[in-house]
């Protein structure tokens, strides 16, 4: 089958677009250039900051871009090094289970080190954590994160499905920077193909909710993550009320369409983390 | 008025499809949806001037294909984009969960079933919010996939999800409308959902669920160009 294998990587059809699309990136051969490396080198990775540090002068970026994009890199901070803590703990993680963790490790390490390039000397610096939720207390709701697994995972899912929810609340501020915007989406949706392996094996891959990939209603059956499924309930899109055009039940209209955070909700969400 | 999701900005008169006539009128018979024809149309309201959005081709010639245009220059051509392929997921899986392969489990059926849903309320999703905007009900062409077959199933539904979010990341780009980029957004990551999931399945607990650090953005072209051999229909995309 011809789809069967890998779709490949961002084509040089789609960065044509990029570069030509809008005001804000277009560029003379300067860029075509730049972008023409990043794609040699068949690293897509390179190829979207490339695009996005040449979309604009160095040093320049839009004020709007270095706070979108350092709200990201704060998430992908706390992500990467609950990752690192995790993966470095001995008798953790059940062996069957490591690729997972390893994998996801592994990408949300990849966003820092393109956010931090994205950003250049506007990154924020790597704030310290508690992941216990403790405020640097190290004694808070989930003191055994990285002795119990069950709570390890947990919290993960916690940090996925808000990455996935704060991508997207930010996506309408990027609109007006196709190349910025293009790239977070490709990174927002890694977050979320995260978030429902995680989900997933919390219920052991018995696809009952609320351990299913996806979000049943703001369902969640961890403590102290009300506020991470807030809103997650709603089945009205664009004016649409969602239950009068199916008969397809409440659950599943709530689980098609996954509900952005606010910055504000997403600050306080991993408040708790932050010394 | 159904146009109203739309807003006036992108009014659909650029939109035009051509299409064999029988082949349209059968799709209106087996899809049970409304169809739009012009005259539906120029009694829709003002946000509809002639040309009618949708004109039938005199062609009555042999053939089943009809060819839908999508403009990219407005924000209902994006969105019919979405619609095409929504369709085009839904059809597949509606089919899965109707002929399911041999020694499918509860545990996949479930599963099956629910992916089933999603691609369902996005597609009737698309069909309300574009209104008389929308294209035609495409015909799906699943010729290529054995039904019968785990791997066959699986393996086409994993490459319609990596495409499906590949075509999102890289169509959000041509949206004008902030309300419109957001409901994609918020459909994009349900699909990564899926992709992940599947894959699992085609390789439990390995690095497969999520392949690179950096999800796909594809054209409009190349996404419809994979898409091809899976839709009777003909769809071009122009302005991209």
């Known amino acids: 089958m011809k789809l069967d294998t890998p779709l490949g990587s961002l084509g040089p059809d789609i960065t044509a677009r990029l570069l030509t699309r809008r005001a804000a990136i277009t560029r003379g051969a300067s860029t075509s250039a730049v972008v023409a490396v990043g794609l040699r080198m068949a690293s897509v990775p390179v190829a979207i900051a490339a695009l996005s540090r040449d979309a604009f002068a160095q040093g320049a970026l839009p004020e709007v871009v270095v706070r979108v994009l350092n709200l990201a890199l704060t998430l992908e901070y706390l992500e990467s090094e609950f990752y690192n803590t995790g993966v470095a703990k001995s008798g953790l993680i059940p062996a069957a289970d490591r690729t997972i963790f390893t994998t996801i490790q592994a990408h949300e390490n990849a966003h820092v080190q393109y956010l931090r390039s994205a950003l250049g000397s506007a990154a924020v610096p790597k704030p310290t954590f508690d992941f216990t939720a403790g405020n640097g207390s190290g004694n808070g709701p989930y003191a055994d994160v990285f002795t119990n697994y069950e709570t390890f995972k947990a919290v993960a899912q916690a940090f996925e499905d808000t990455g996935v929810r704060a991508y997207k609340g930010q996506a309408g501020a990027l609109q007006p920077y196709p190349a910025v915007l293009t790239a977070a989406l490709t990174i927002h949706s890694v977050e979320a193909r995260h978030a429902a392996e995680v989900r997933r094996l919390r219920g052991n891959f018995s696809e009952t909710s609320p351990n299913e990939g996806w979000i049943t209603r703001n369902m969640t059956d961890i403590p102290g993550t009300a506020a991470v499924y807030a809103g997650e309930e709603n089945a009205t899109q664009l004016g649409i009320d969602l239950t009068t055009i199916t008969n397809i039940g409440v659950d599943e209209l709530t689980e098609s369409f996954d509900e952005p955070l606010t910055r504000r909700a997403v600050l306080a969400i991993v408040a708790p983390f932050i010394v | ?240």
């Open chain 2, 1 to 240: 008025m159904e146009l109203d999701h739309l807003g006036t900005r992108d009014a659909a008169r650029e939109e035009t499809i051509t299409a064999d006539r029988r082949r349209f009128l059968r799709a209106a018979g087996l899809g049970g949806l409304a169809l739009a024809l012009p005259g539906v149309l120029a009694a829709c309201g003002k946000e509809i001037a002639a040309p009618a959005a949708v004109k039938l081709a005199a062609n009555t010639d042999i053939g089943d294909a009809a060819t839908v245009t999508l403009n990219f220059a407005t924000d209902a051509g994006v969105l019919n984009y979405a619609y095409a392929l929504e369709q085009l997921e839904a059809a597949f899986y509606v089919q899965v969960i109707a002929s399911p392969f041999g020694g499918m489990t509860a545990t996949e059926t479930r599963f099956l079933t629910d992916i089933r849903d999603h691609e369902v309320v996005h597609r009737e999703f698309f069909a309300a919010a574009l209104g008389s905007a929308k294209i035609p009900n495409l015909t799906p062409d699943f010729s290529g996939i054995d039904f019968t077959s785990r791997s066959s199933v699986l393996r086409t539904a994993r490459a319609f999800e990596d495409l499906g979010v590949a075509a999102y990341n890289g169509a959000a780009m041509y949206l004008k409308s902030t309300a419109y980029l957001l409901v994609a957004g918020k459909i994009v990551s349900v699909e990564a959902r899926h992709a992940s999931a599947i894959r699992d399945l085609l390789e439990p607990r390995t690095s497969h669920f999520a392949p690179d650090a950096f999800d796909d953005a594809f054209s409009p072209t190349k996404v419809l160009a994979a898409a091809d051999p899976f839709i009777v229909d003909t769809i071009i995309a122009i302005n991209t």
